[in-house]
């Protein structure tokens, strides 16, 4: 079992949002939606319902820990996965990412030992890297998360602060958790005194619908949850949410220092979806989509990458984690697909430790079905061994 370490990323969130809207690209690297999955109807009547109820309000200042209605409106969304909060249990943040780094910030030290998924989100990688933690990485149990007799292994060895995972189509590897596993896994970080860190954000998009998170599992002294909207309904709002559960009112005043509160007027936005009941609608017409995507996906790769490519099917989403037979070159098959006007994200970014395996992760979502097929036939045959 890898102990635990510090080390230097090997990609930069900054790079990969610069492809996001780069002219020409066929864009597989980058985990973002495509513009054509975006509700922009319902949102826009959104905008203006805001606009009216809220009147220059949209335009103040408003409660640091975020619009009330709203807060609500999620706890509400939340009961229904069977988990007891109140709106006041909730504060809104500007996209998960300012989720995760707010709950670094508060629990994490130089020298801290943080376990991770291996592998794990590169942005979160790059995050507990800055805040000078020793990173953990925890083996995988193929589609299922955690292998969790290693994880109960790995704790009692190296007694970790936090646990960050992502309980549902986990990115990169898409693995979700199975509902038995995330009650025990609750419990063995509970017996161990580790912080679980939940980003909930692909849940969503689970093709049977969000199962219950691990904070279901929980009354907020062990799990602290963190999801956004920016993979299910835009991005470019930037709102999500923070159950922290007994770190509350430490998440309030750290949010409160760094921004005073997020956006009022996006925020009002998703309170007036949410209200107006747009997301449901939205995530099956979503799921159908992701679900096509990926399938027209797996069938290219299966047609033109190497013989003995290992996929495990994700149960949703629009992210596929591809494992190559063999060990090749992948900064030189990265720059040949540039060369062509493709990008796909180098699986070694997201991992701590150095891989053992090649492997890629694919977004489904953002090219034509058209330009998803052909990139991916182009691709293929620069991940061959005799290609480098």
């Not at 492809?19 to 975006?38: F, K, R, S, T, V």
């Not at 509400?76 to 670094?104: E, F, H, K, P």
């Not at 130089?110 to 953990?136: D, F, K, M």
Request: with cysteine; glycine share 6%; hydrophobic share 45%.
């Amino acid at each position: 079992m890898t102990a635990p370490l510090s080390f230097t990323p090997r990609a930069r969130l900054l790079d990969f949002m610069r492809q996001a809207d780069e002219p020409g690209l066929i864009n597989l690297a980058a985990g973002i939606p495509g513009l054509d999955a975006l509700p922009t109807e319902a949102l826009h009547c959104a905008l203006e319902t805001a606009r009216t109820r809220d009147g220059a309000g949209l335009f103040a200042y408003h409660h640091p820990e975020g619009d009330h209605a709203l807060r609500d409106l999620l706890a509400a969304r939340l009961a229904n996965r069977d988990v007891a909060v109140r709106g006041t249990d909730l504060i809104t943040v500007t996209g998960c990412t300012q989720g995760l780094s707010v709950m670094i910030s508060l629990l994490v030290q130089p020298g801290t030992v943080v376990a991770v998924e291996a592998p794990a989100y590169y942005g979160l990688l790059e995050l507990l890297s800055a805040a000078g933690a020793q990173v953990l990485p925890l083996p995988l149990d193929g589609p299922h998360g955690l292998d969790l007799a290693a994880t109960e292994a790995a704790f009692r060895q190296w007694k970790p602060r936090a646990l960050f995972v992502c309980s549902s189509l986990s990115n990169p590897s898409g693995a979700t958790l199975p509902a038995p596993a995330r009650e025990r896994l609750v419990e063995l970080c509970r017996t161990h005194a580790v912080r679980i860190v939940e980003d909930d954000i692909y849940a969503e998009l689970v093709d049977t619908g969000a199962p219950p998170p691990l904070r279901a599992f929980d009354d907020g002294s062990t799990v602290s949850y963190v999801t956004s909207f920016s993979k299910t309904v835009s991005p470019g709002l930037r709102v999500g949410f923070c159950a922290p559960g007994s770190l509350f009112e430490e998440f309030a005043a750290r949010k409160c220092q760094w921004d005073l509160h997020s956006a009022v007027p996006t925020e009002a936005i998703l309170r007036e979806f949410l209200a107006a009941g747009f997301l449901d609608p939205h995530l099956a017409s979503l799921r159908t989509r992701n679900q096509r995507r990926r399938a027209i996906a797996l069938q290219s790769i299966a047609r033109s990458f190497p013989a003995g490519t290992t996929i495990h099917e994700p149960a949703g989403g629009y992210m596929l984690w591809a494992q190559l037979p063999a060990l090749i070159d992948l900064p030189a098959a990265a720059a040949a697909a540039r060369t062509r006007r493709i990008a796909f994200a180098s699986g070694n970014v997201f991992f701590a430790n150095t891989p053992t395996t090649s492997c890629l992760r694919l977004n489904c979502a953002r090219a034509s079905e058209e330009d998803l097929a052909r990139a991916l036939q182009e691709l293929g045959p620069l991940l061959h061994p005799t290609a480098q």
